[in-house]
């Protein structure tokens, strides 16, 4: 039998690469997909491309999406100051509206044209900013819109979203990336990292993978700006 | 108070156009948003700018979507010819997977951002070519996620998906429209339209229009090629 397919969400960052690496380790072909949705931190598509080339993807597309252009977000709108880590359990400026929820329908899309039954996702309600579409019961309802939008899922043929961090630590997660084999030299986790791939240090996403390492007891291999 | 804002999702075609009247009959300060993805029938992007502005959208836009990269519709892949109407309950190669997920999920974050609750859609479960996505259930699993997937669903503003077509046969949304004060003159639905916006006259798309006209006893006025 041909191994079975799944579609890869790959940002570039680290969560992300942990994930392909998973899905790789369980038997999927791994057809990796990303978007460039003008995101300020572009340098993360091109850890993204390295992340899909070092862990096999079959395939990998970038796939453009206009959405920056609808503005609400500091991650897409350069007008907004990209904060640094505060530890607020409000939903901060770097949310970017329906976002997961986006990426899964161009998923889903390319999922029924490929016939893969697979979705992997690298979200986590644990070490997360606050996000609503991050949360296992986002992840629950959109299953269940999958079995109802597409060809495929009135075919009898159900779409399963797979996350498998969603209830791990960063360290853990990080535990289960260097297992698997995972360089994180290659990640790229920052919201605000320079063109050149270096990491701010200070903002959410820098600081949850920054205690992350150090929970996890293995050295940080991330280039900072200032170090 | 001020008017309460919706984003109404516009093609360009006939069916939207209704959809945008009927909204901004209700009071709504209607946001048009369109998409750019790499379908073939480009005409309708120019019928959606007219259609926007005749029905006085307070503003539109169009959002570039590579998803037509990913292939797997006739309305995306120039290899994949255009099937004329052949009366069929099977799924046709016009079908875009996944495409109301993905323009739902991108109004979304659109509605969000504008802090709108309401999203006017224009499909029918009726006179329509069998696609999973155009179905009542569709939408209310939508709906579901939608509040879950959002900072203003987590807050308790629930987003309410309007599909004020979806027991209209396509007579009645004509005869709808032309209550409204819709110039359907202006309005593009061909699958395979030219680039001077004329109709094939043979799609599955043409021929549902054509068959409304004529059951709404209302004179046909697009412009088809050989006519």
């Not at 790959?10 to 992300?16: K, N, P, T, Y």
């Not at 606050?130 to 299953?143: L, N, S, W």
Request: aromatic share 8%.
């Amino acid at each position: 039998m041909p191994p079975k397919k799944a579609i890869v969400l790959v940002s570039g960052g680290l969560d992300s690469a942990t994930v392909l690496a998973k899905a790789q380790h369980e038997g999927f072909e791994c057809y990796a997909l990303s978007f460039d949705y003008g995101q300020r931190h572009r340098a993360e598509l091109q850890a993204a491309k390295r992340v899909a080339s070092l862990l096999q993807a079959k395939e990998h597309r970038i796939i453009h999406l206009g959405i920056g252009a609808l503005g609400g977000s500091a991650l897409t709108d350069s007008t907004l100051p990209v904060p640094h880590y505060s530890g607020s359990h409000d939903i901060p400026l770097t949310y970017v509206p329906a976002r997961n929820t986006i990426f899964l329908a161009i998923a889903l899309g390319w999922a029924e044209i490929l016939q893969a039954q697979d979705i992997f996702i690298g979200i986590s309600a644990i070490d997360y900013s606050g996000y609503p579409d991050c949360r296992p019961e986002f992840i629950h309802a959109f299953e269940k819109l999958a079995t109802i939008a597409t060809k495929a899922g009135v075919e009898g043929k159900h779409c399963h979203i797979h996350a498998p961090l969603s209830h791990l630590s960063k360290a853990e997660t990080i535990r289960l990336g260097t297992q698997l084999g995972v360089d994180y030299s290659q990640t790229l986790s920052c919201y605000s990292a320079t063109d050149a791939g270096l990491a701010c240090g200070h903002c959410d996403s820098c600081t949850f993978r920054r205690q992350g390492f150090e929970a996890a007891g293995i050295p940080d291999p991330t280039s900072y700006v200032n170090s």
